[in-house]
């Protein structure tokens, strides 16, 4: 069935750091893939999407390209901040009902 | 714009216990979705509206939990007996009609330990 393979954290960085989380995925027919984010004490937050291949989704510094060839949508920022501190989901839908599937999570901290 | 209410925050409760959790969606999204996310894992569906009507309930555990979206606005789920295993986040959505590309807005969730 269709899933969502998400590297596993925690993951603790200094300031400026490069941030690579990867995400791959498995799925019939042509998924959207997102990056979601929860802040501590928050809701989940669409940070950034890719509805179709070679497609990048960039917000807040945060990139990621979807790749079919690979499976993958790796979320990607040159240079994080202490704010960036939070869970990141990584998630596909199926586009077929809307059906929804996520990751299980990378905690991210960024010290100073 | 207001977004997705839910209550109440936190729960606490004995298994074999009733309860239920309350959630209204931001104003005019016809898309309502409730989602399990147990600690340490990603949200998993257990249901979606469309309007007043379910689309997918397949990993709703009809045997104790129910939910109901009353004139395709507000909805609430519950969860009666509940179990040891149950303790979890409970997270509201809502989307647009139309939203085929994952335009989900969460809500702060309700956590729920079951003693």
């Known amino acids: 069935g269709d899933s969502v393979t998400q590297m596993e954290g925690p993951v603790t960085l200094s300031e400026e750091a490069f941030l690579t989380i990867n995400c791959t995925y498995t799925?019939?027919?042509?998924?959207?893939l997102f990056w979601y984010v929860q802040y501590p004490g928050e809701g989940l937050q669409l940070l950034l999407k890719?509805?179709?291949?070679?497609d990048k989704g960039s917000n807040k510094g945060f990139e990621a390209t979807y790749r079919k060839e690979t499976t993958s949508f790796h979320l990607e920022k040159g240079s994080v901040q202490v704010s960036d501190s939070a869970v990141y989901f990584c998630a596909l839908n199926t586009n077929t009902g809307n059906q929804f599937y996520f990751g299980t999570g990378t905690s991210l901290t960024v010290i100073p | 714009e207001a977004g997705v209410a839910q209550s109440p925050r936190y729960k606490i409760i004995e298994k074999r216990q009733s309860v239920a959790f309350w959630c209204n969606p931001i104003s005019g999204h016809a898309t309502l979705y409730w989602y399990q996310q147990i600690l340490g894992q990603g949200p998993k569906l257990l249901i979606q509206f469309q309007n007043n009507g379910v689309v997918d309930d397949s990993q709703l555990p009809k045997d104790r939990f129910s939910a109901e979206r009353l004139k395709g606005v507000d909805s609430t789920l519950k969860i009666q007996p509940a179990k040891l295993e149950d303790s979890a986040v409970y997270l509201c959505a809502s989307s647009p009609a139309g939203s085929a590309w994952g335009e989900q807005f969460f809500g702060p969730g309700t956590r729920l330990t079951v003693l």
């Open positions: 890719a509805t179709k291949a070679d």
């Open positions: 799925a019939t027919g042509y998924p959207s």
